[in-house]
């Protein structure tokens, strides 16, 4: 099945966190937090300002993403966890080093 997120929309994929704390303890899947990153799979056409002229997202597909903890919407698109969020609920881009 393919998916298009509409106007300001994006879809994305959680990033799974470690499974280990830097001291060494495993952390078990009980006591993990939700990741609250992401890697952008799609993403809508953009919004449209007041005068009706469409503005770009600054998001692409490809993009590894912060977002807000209670954002978005989780859907399940052929078997694989997926979130659908709009752009504003992202918080920014990580970039490699």
Known sequence: MK??????????????????????????????????????????AGARDESGKVVPLDVKAGDRVLFSKWSGTEVTIDGEELMVMKESDIMGVVEAA
């Open 3 to 44: 998916f298009r997120p509409l106007h300001d929309r994006v879809l994305l994929r959680r990033l799974e966190q470690e499974e280990k704390t830097a001291g060494g303890i495993i952390i078990p899947d009980t006591a993990k937090e939700k990741p609250m990153e992401g890697e952008v799979i799609a993403v809508g």
